[in-house]
T-cell receptor, first 115, second 114 residues
Framework: NAGVTQTPKFQVLKTGQSMTLQCAQDMNHNSMYWYRQDPGMGLRLIYYSASEGTTDKGEVPNGYNVSRLNKREFSLRLESAAPSQTSVYFC??????????????FGSGTRLTVV | DQQVKQNSPSLSVQEGRISILNCDYTNSMFDYFLWYKKYPAEGPTFLISISSIKDKNEDGRFTVFLNKSAKHLSLHIVPSQPGDSAVYFCAASVYTNSGYALNFGKGTSLLVTP
């Protein structure tokens, strides 16, 4: 009954360092998403993957790359971290081809600080 | 362009009173609306939803009202409890060529004081 699992939960990076945020879901959902949440900005979509093998940019994709490794896993990579990428990152999954009564299932988030 | 708007960033209510959180939308193609609740250090979790063919849905202390002509929905919490203190996100669903997609508002932070 894990749902969506994100790792790590916390991370501190120095400017210019790279890292990958991991996300896995066990609900057999086709679609997966990466959001960032900043004060006053709500949830902003970074990238999404409608189905295995496809990825698309969201509202704020600059500075990020993604990989849909398989149906379960969707990773987010910061190649050269910047202080503006300090945020809380949420991964979510859903079944896009049916009207899911619950919408998206979210992970518990990764709090990233770039110094 | 923000299609789902929550114009009140914060709301403070006394315990036992009614909390009313509002949400406006611009896209008449939205066919399903959801409310999510988010506690600090946790991901958003589903709270309640409503289909566009209905005008009210109730679940315990939570009721969502939909006014399609005004493109407005609201979440009522009665009675409010301190444990309801959280950020509430309004979301709307629309079917696209890539399947169903959710649009989120920016959230309203609710504080219920004892």
């Amino acid at each position: 009954n894990a749902g969506v699992t994100q790792t790590p939960k916390f991370q501190v990076l120095k400017t210019g360092q790279s890292m990958t945020l991991q996300c896995a879901q066990d609900m057999n959902h086709n679609s997966m998403y990466w959001y960032r949440q900043d004060p006053g900005m709500g949830l902003r979509l970074i990238y999404y993957s409608a189905s295995e093998g496809t990825t698309d940019k969201g509202e704020v994709p600059n500075g990020y790359n993604v990989s849909r490794l398989n149906k379960r896993e969707f990773s987010l990579r910061l190649e050269s971290a910047a202080p503006s990428q300090t945020s809380v990152y949420f991964c979510a999954s859903s079944e896009i081809w049916t009207q899911d009564l619950y919408g998206y299932t979210f992970g518990s988030g990764t709090r990233l600080t770039v110094v | 362009d923000q299609q789902v708007k929550q114009n009140s960033p914060s709301l403070s209510v006394q315990e036992g009173r009614i909390s009313i959180l509002n949400c406006d939308y611009t896209n008449s193609m939205f066919d399903y609306f959801l409310w999510y609740k988010k506690y600090p250090a946790e991901g958003p979790t589903f709270l309640i939803s409503i289909s566009s063919i209905k005008d009210k849905n109730e679940d315990g202390r939570f009721t969502v009202f939909l006014n399609k002509s005004a493109k407005h929905l609201s979440l009522h919490i009665v009675p409010s409890q301190p444990g309801d203190s959280a950020v509430y996100f309004c979301a709307a669903s629309v079917y696209t060529n890539s399947g169903y997609a959710l649009n989120f508002g920016k959230g309203t932070s609710l504080l219920v004081t004892p």
